[in-house]
Structures are given as structure tokens and as C-alpha cells.
Nanobody, 124 residues
Framework: QVQLVESGGGLVQAGGSLSLSCAAS????????MAWFRQAPGKEREFVAA?????????GYADSVKGRFTISRDNARNTMYLQMNSLKPEDTAVYYC????????????????WGQGTQVTVSS
């Protein structure tokens, strides 16, 4: 069982930056592939970024955030991060972290665990 808790959301002006964190419980964090998803009002949940298990050598991004967002993990701290730069109003959403027992994934339907979400609002 893994519990995930996101933090770091908030209100920021367009062009600004935010850093999200996802703290995981348990001793097996490094054995999980991790990912960030987001859901804007009236829209379906969508993939944002993913990172492979263990060292996190493999990362992937949605085209809409590529070059602006960076995903990383610190297994010693049982924490995953999402650094978001050059934020745009269309990045406004609730951001969720999720975990999968495999090596890498990006499909929300394959998530085994979810956090409660953190709101990110980007003003124009």
C-alpha cells in the first residue's frame, strides 16, 4: 500500500514557476513508476509527465509541457517532483501524482495509487 500526498500548488502569474512535490509513504517507493496527471474544469484527466522506477532514468512528457516542465524523483526522500516553468493559463488544473507497480507508464488507467491532488492556477 502506498499513500501519496501532493503539495506546492498555488496561484502564479503567466510566465512564472511552481514546484510540486509528491511525498510517498512506505519503504518501496523506488520500486514504483511515477507520473503526474492533471484535470482542468470540464475536461478529462490528462497525462503530464512520467518517470521510471528505481533511478528514474527514463522520463516522458506531454507535448504541451515539453521543454517547460521537469519531472524528477528522490528515492531517499520518497518524493517525486514536478518543476513547472514558463507557466501558461492553460496549465491551470488540479495536478495529481500517481504510482504504478511497473517500470514505466503514462496511462492514467494503469495507476495503482493516486494522491488527492493540488490546485495550480495560472493567471493571465
Amino acid at each position: 500500500q502506498v499513500q501519496l500526498v501532493e503539495s506546492g500548488g498555488g496561484l502564479v502569474q503567466a510566465g512564472g514557476s511552481l514546484s510540486l512535490s509528491c511525498a510517498a509513504s512506505g519503504r518501496t517507493f523506488e520500486s514504483y513508476a511515477m507520473a503526474w496527471f492533471r484535470q482542468a474544469p470540464g475536461k478529462e484527466r490528462e497525462f503530464v509527465a512520467a518517470i521510471s522506477w528505481s533511478s528514474g532514468a527514463i522520463t516522458g512528457y506531454a507535448d504541451s509541457v515539453k521543454g517547460r516542465f521537469t519531472i524528477s524523483r528522490d528515492n531517499a526522500r520518497n518524493t517525486m517532483y514536478l518543476q513547472m516553468n514558463s507557466l501558461k493559463p492553460e496549465d491551470t488544473a488540479v495536478y495529481y501524482c500517481a504510482a504504478n507497480k511497473g517500470s514505466y507508464y503514462s496511462d492514467a488507467n494503469e495507476s495503482d495509487y493516486w494522491g488527492q491532488g493540488t490546485q495550480v492556477t495560472v493567471s493571465s
